[in-house]
């Protein structure tokens, strides 16, 4: 387990932590308005989207409950369900490809 202390050894507040956060990331050049939430919410999308289970998620992000973590995992299964389904239906059949692929068209849709 690790702990967090302000450099006097002294836990922080919720405050000075967030500051700390947002000082952190100013540093890291993470665009502005980057805080403690911002990037514990940009961490628990990045492991569901991984694969992560809720419970992994948890121990890495500190939610208390399965409620608070399953908005990342539910969108998360969502997009993966959406890909392997697409997956099926591979790319386009023979009968659905151009007639003409020698005759290009334009961005228009012209010749």
Not at 31 to 47: D, N, S, T, V
Not at 70 to 95: D, F, H, V
Not at 99 to 107: F, G, H, Q, Y
């Amino acid at each position: 387990m690790t702990f967090i202390v302000t450099q006097v050894g002294e836990p922080f507040t919720a405050k000075g932590f967030g500051n700390w956060i947002s000082a952190a990331a100013k540093e890291a050049g993470l665009p502005a308005g980057a805080a403690a939430h911002g990037l514990r919410k940009a961490a628990a999308r990045r492991l569901a989207e991984a694969g992560a289970s809720a419970h992994e998620i948890m121990a890495v992000t500190g939610h208390r409950t399965l409620k608070e973590v399953e908005r990342y995992t539910r969108t998360a299964a969502m997009k993966g369900l959406a890909t392997s389904a697409m997956a099926r239906i591979g790319g386009p059949e023979p009968e659905q490809t151009m007639s003409n692929p020698d005759d290009e068209l334009d961005k228009n849709g012209s010749k």
